[in-house]
Every structure is written in structure tokens, then in C-alpha cells.
């Protein structure tokens, strides 16, 4: 069996939990690939669906054979369009996805536009897997609730309690305006304040962790931040009563769910107390490993009772992780799952050679290098233990490799130095480091010979950047992003100790087209980040010469879709003194206004009259030009998906 599993890997969440358990679980079955570094240059592809991001997988799908496409569903859901896995099924791939947030309605109703991408579903939700059954999806629906990683939760034996009760979980309202509840917002924050006010009354020490609620205003005096995935296993296990409850959307107290973090609590070994959830209820049995309430006033007396009760509560927590332990791993989840897909799609023959033993050395500076290469010289046999060594050349805070996606190569190229890419990222940028927004990310891939010019901020170590590398004039290659068989490492070493681009095309090199490091880097000192990332894309080199002359022009712009190069567009407009849009259109926004701005409806625009509509989506782009395409002789239309569309050579002159 072998599965190529594609996942948002820069949100924690998932980099985490299921993607540590994959691999820990499948070995060397399993390949798995971050969707950031594929995506974080989307708008370079804009207006075609099937851009840099679905071509990488194309060609890890032609150079090897997999069984099965794990797809887990969150974070990119909408970028992967209908033809990736058409073409994915006509190579003989089987598709399964997890949809991590299922429960009717509202995220149901968003996981059942995409579930016809996959072969099979598997849902943490058993109402959401009974409703697909219903529409006759059988076994290729499957229920598969979330689990917890037990290396990143787990109980700390005699932890003093520090905390009474203590909630962890965001402020969900939107995050920029942040008056507007999402999903279960206003029944968690309403719950949460009677909870407060009761913990007060009674001396009882109450924290709610998590982003948003420093800025709350009747429970910021009890927020303790954002905390660690270390810290809060540390808290948890701090804390008598953990308060965890969970609805599926506002305006409906019986629609519960089962997430993440009820699993988590028991995991750690802590005591956890929850709304009233059936579901649960199957996995956990009630007051004997897991605590529910049903209303308001039951909660009050069962905190009342179980912050005082030491013996009760501390049985149900030892029972609860015990069951957590036993049977709720993420490594019994994709146990269960990939046993599944076996039975519904047995894999082919298992042909699949042997894995590569590669070495990879952290090298920080080039006296490291002339170190090594000096100790090589002095006694070859160092690396005797590698087939392949990979220098990884610089100062970073952190390194992340993945060498599964050059087996066919260290098989079928064992002779040749291969040419890889690297994927850097800068800390400290996400304003929910929990869940960071991609677009938040000022990373982008370094391959092949870079263009220093093309960057705003110093890349190499000789800048006053972190990265070891050559350069000539204007262009630099990366030592990082070369590998070498065992017998070519010196040969490497000297090719840059020589300081020229051309003994580094004499290596001759072959180009993998493989991105296998992943980098975070500090922000230089001094350096402020442009609003768009380190790397101007042409349509905001374009815009931001356009904005200033809609502004003294009086002219009324409205933005068409505030996700990915909507999110760079508000950014934009936000520089220019005295351009404010008269409108936005998202269908996405279920509010009046945002940021300030009206939110209209598609079918207002005619009425609106504006003189510019920046259209800032995508794959969906053309198809949206050509809703309000009868609006051209009113409104400017300028497509950032297509900037060979006459309407720029007109703008521009």
C-alpha cells in the first residue's frame, strides 16, 4: 500500500495531530505533502485552476505509484478544482478525505459541495455520515470520530492545581470586526460570562485561554493568552475542572458536536465537563469518565461539587484517560481508516523498493563547512552510515524535512547530485498563531538559481540574511537545495567553497522539481514586511500604481471577494490615504457592513454604478466576469486572475 497524503500542514492543528500520526503509523507507506508551499504562489497562477499547486501532484503521482490520495478536507477545501481529481481517479488513485468539521448545518452543507472529489468520506460527525447514507453512500462513508496525539497530550502525574475551572478555546466572533458571533459564538460567550461571575462569587480561581478574549470586555480580567500546545497540556493537567463544551451553531442548544479537544482533556488526564452530547456520550460513558450538564443551573452545581469532591473527580479523570489511551488515539483513527479503504479498494502488490538512508547535517555558517570538509578529508568513513547526504546550510529557528518525495529519483538517479527546493517562512506574522492564515505567511519557495533582485528582504548569510549559498552579480544558488550521493558530498562542498555559479553547473545537477526542506526564519531586525510578502506579485505591482489615481480621481471602487488576493487588495487600499471602497461582495459575509464597508449583493452592482470593480478571485474568477460582464461600459472590471486582459493595457496606457 502506498498513500500520498496532502494536508494544510502550516496550521498546527493538523501539522499536529493527524499528520504526525500518519506517518508514525503508515512508515514508509505513506508521502506526505504541505499544501502551503504549493499555494503560497497561487495568485502567479491565477485564473488557472490547475496551477502550480495541482501540477506537483501530478507529477509525484506520475513518477510513483500510490494507491491512495489522503485529501484532509480543512484549510483547502476550495483549492483543489473538480478536474485534480478527475485526473487523480484516472491514474488509479482511490481518494478519501476526513472532514474534521461535519455537523449540520452549516459546515455539513460547505463538506457536501466538495464530497463528490472523493471515493470515500470519512466524517467525524454520525449525523453527518447518517445523512450521506441516506443519499445512498453506504461503506464509502465512514464514521471516524477525532482522536488526540498522545505525544503531544498526556498526563503529568501529581501536578499541583493551580486552576478551578478553566475554559480553552478562541473568541469566536469575526476576526476582524470582532462584533459579529460565528458558530457557536454567543452561546459559548453567554455561558462563559454566567460561569466567570459564578467562579468570582465563590473564590474559585477561572481562566479562559485562547485568542480574542483579551479584547472581551467582561472576560478579559480572567484570560490567560494563547497558549503552547506544551502549555496547555501543562494547564490542563493544572486544572480540577476543565469546562469544554461544544454546539454545533448558535441558535440551536441541542446541536452538539464532538471535536478535537474532548479528547484532548481526557488524554491529558484531566477531568472534563461538557454539554450533553449522545455522541460522546458513546465513546466516553457518562459520570464515569466524562461529566455532562444539561442546563445552566445543572453546570453551576456540578463545577460546585466537582472542584471540591477531590476523590470523584480525580476517578472520573483517571477512568476517562484511561478509555482515551485504550481506544481514541489518532493512531487507532488512521489505523481504522486506511484498514477501511483496504477492504473497499484492495491496494496493488506491494512493489515498492526499499527506503533511502539520508543524513542530513545542520550546518550554521561556513566555518561549519570548511569544518566538514576537513573532517571528511580526514576520515571518509563519516558518513558510511548514508546513501544520501543532504547539507542543510544557514541559522534558522526551525527545520522541517521530508525526503519521501525523491525515492524515485535516489532509485532511479543513484549516481547524480539532485537539485531540490526549499520553502521559507518568517516567524511571528500569524495574528492567531493557532490558526494562521495562509495569506498571512510571507514565505515563498527558493529553487533552482534565485534572483536576489526579485526579493525585498537580504536571503544570504553574506546580505545579512541566513541562508549559505553562492552568489554572482545578481543571481545565487542555495547549498540547501542540493543533495549528494555519499561519494559526491565533498565534491558539493568544494563546487561552493569555489564561490562560483559555474563550478556549481559543472555538478550537473539534475532538477527534481521537489520541495523538501521547509524553513522558518526570524524577521531581519529592522525590516518591516510589505503588505503582500516578500515577493511582489505582478498584480500588486500594478495596483498599487493604479490606487493613487482612483483616489484623486474620486473614483468609487468596489472589491469583488475578500479570500486570498481580496485579503492583499484590502491591505492595499488600506495604504492609500482617502480610498475607501463604496462596496464589498462575498458571499461569505452574512453581515451589513465590513471593515466599515457596505457588503452588497451581486445584483446591486448595476444599481451601485461603481466606477472600478477589482475582482480578486481565483479559479472562480472567470466565471464571475462573466456574471457582471454587461457591466463593462459602467464599471472597470479588472481581473486579477487574468492580467493579459485588454482592460489593464487600457488602465495602464
Not at 493538523?14 to 505533502?33: K, S
Not at 465563590?202 to 484570560?223: C, E, I, K, N, S
Not at 481565483?618 to 457582471?628: H, L
Request: glycine content about 8%; aromatic content about 10%.
Amino acid at each position: 500500500m502506498k498513500v500520498l497524503a496532502l494536508g494544510a500542514l502550516w496550521v498546527p492543528y493538523i501539522r499536529d495531530n493527524w499528520f504526525d500520526a500518519i506517518p508514525r503509523v503508515l512508515g514508509d507507506e505513506v508521502v506526505c505533502v504541505n499544501a502551503g508551499p504549493l499555494l503560497a504562489g497561487k495568485e502567479k497562477h491565477a485564473g488557472q485552476p490547475e496551477g502550480f499547486h495541482c501540477a506537483y501532484i501530478y507529477e509525484l503521482l506520475r513518477r510513483d505509484k500510490f494507491d491512495y490520495l489522503f485529501f484532509y478536507h480543512d484549510w483547502i477545501f476550495g483549492d483543489f478544482p473538480d478536474a485534480f481529481f478527475e485526473k487523480v481517479r484516472l491514474a488509479g488513485v482511490k481518494t478519501v478525505a476526513f472532514h474534521p468539521d461535519d455537523e449540520p448545518e452549516h459546515w455539513y452543507a460547505r463538506n457536501a459541495t466538495y464530497d463528490h472529489h472523493f471515493d470515500v468520506v470519512a466524517s467525524h460527525s454520525s449525523a453527518g455520515v447518517a445523512r450521506r447514507r441516506q443519499q445512498g453512500w453506504g461503506d464509502r462513508v465512514m464514521y471516524l470520530p477525532w482522536g488526540y496525539n498522545p505525544a503531544t497530550c498526556y498526563a503529568m502525574p501529581d501536578m499541583p492545581k493551580r486552576y478551578d475551572v478553566v475554559f480553552i478555546g478562541k473568541h469566536k466572533v469575526n476576526d476582524t470586526q470582532g462584533k459579529v458571533h460565528v458558530e457557536d459564538g454567543a452561546q459559548r460567550e453567554q455561558i462563559l460570562v454566567r460561569l466567570a461571575e459564578a467562579c468570582e462569587q465563590r473564590g474559585w480561581t477561572f481562566r479562559v485561554f485562547g485568542y480574542g478574549w483579551d479584547r472581551h470586555p467582561q472576560l478579559a480580567r480572567f484570560a490567560g493568552g494563547i497558549p503552547t500546545q506544551e502549555e496547555m497540556v501543562r494547564i490542563l493537567n493544572e486544572t480540577r475542572v476543565v469546562f469544554n463544551p461544544a454546539w454545533s451553531s448558535d441558535g440551536n442548544p441541542d446541536a452538539v458536536q464532538t471535536k478535537l479537544r474532548h479528547f484532548e482533556v481526557p488524554g491529558c488526564g484531566a477531568f472534563q465537563l461538557t454539554n450533553a452530547n449522545p455522541e460522546l456520550a458513546e465513546l466516553f460513558k457518562p459520570d464515569e469518565e466524562v461529566v455532562f450538564y444539561d442546563n445552566d443551573e445543572d453546570l453551576l452545581q456540578k463545577v460546585e461539587k466537582f472542584v471540591s469532591d477531590d476523590h470523584a473527580r480525580n476517578a472520573i479523570a483517571a477512568a476517562g484517560h484511561a478509555r482515551a489511551l485504550r481506544e481514541h488515539t489518532l493512531d487507532h483513527r488512521v489505523d481504522a481508516l486506511f484498514a477501511h479503504m483496504r477492504t473497499l479498494y484492495p491496494p496493488q502488490p506491494d512493489i515498492h523498493a526499499a527506503p533511502t538512508a539520508v543524513k542530513r547535517l545542520d550546518l550554521e555558517n561556513a566555518a561549519a563547512l570548511t569544518q566538514l570538509r576537513r573532517d571528511l578529508g580526514n576520515d571518509a568513513t563519516l558518513l558510511a552510515d548514508a546513501d544520501w547526504v543532504h547539507l542543510v546550510a544557514g541559522d534558522f529557528l526551525h527545520v522541517k524535512t521530508d525526503y519521501a518525495v525523491l525515492e524515485p529519483f535516489f532509485h532511479g538517479l543513484p549516481s547524480h547530485i539532485l537539485a531540490v527546493g526549499t520553502f521559507i517562512d518568517f516567524d511571528g506574522l500569524a495574528s492567531n498563531p493557532l490558526q494562521p492564515k495562509l495569506m498571512e505567511s510571507e514565505g515563498c519557495v527558493l529553487a533552482g538559481e534565485i534572483n536576489i533582485e526579485d526579493y525585498d528582504l537580504p536571503l544570504l548569510d553574506t546580505q545579512g540574511g541566513s541562508l549559505i549559498g553562492v552568489r554572482m552579480e545578481d543571481h545565487a544558488a542555495l547549498l540547501m537545495n542540493y543533495l549528494a550521493p555519499r561519494h559526491r558530498v565533498t565534491e558539493l562542498l568544494d563546487a561552493f567553497a569555489a564561490g562560483t555559479l559555474e563550478a556549481i553547473h559543472q555538478l550537473e545537477a539534475i532538477q527534481t522539481g521537489r520541495i523538501v526542506t521547509e524553513v522558518l526564519l526570524p524577521i531581519p531586525e529592522g525590516y518591516e514586511f510589505a503588505s503582500t510578502g516578500i515577493r511582489n506579485s505582478e498584480y500588486v505591482r500594478r495596483l498599487r500604481a493604479l490606487l493613487p489615481r482612483f483616489r484623486e480621481m474620486n473614483w468609487r471602487v468596489v472589491i469583488y471577494g475578500i479570500s486570498g488576493m481580496g485579503e492583499v487588495v484590502m491591505k492595499l487600499i488600506e495604504q492609500i490615504h482617502g480610498l475607501k471602497p463604496v462596496g464589498i461582495v462575498d458571499r461569505s459575509l452574512n453581515v451589513a457592513e465590513f471593515q466599515d464597508i457596505p457588503v452588497i449583493k451581486p445584483t446591486e452592482l448595476q444599481a451601485l454604478r461603481p466606477d472600478v470593480i477589482i475582482l480578486t478571485s481565483g479559479s472562480s474568477g472567470p466565471s464571475i466576469y462573466a456574471n457582471i460582464a454587461h457591466l463593462e461600459a459602467v464599471s472597470c472590471i479588472l481581473p486579477l486572475y487574468d492580467l493579459n486582459h485588454p482592460v489593464w493595457s487600457v488602465m495602464q496606457g
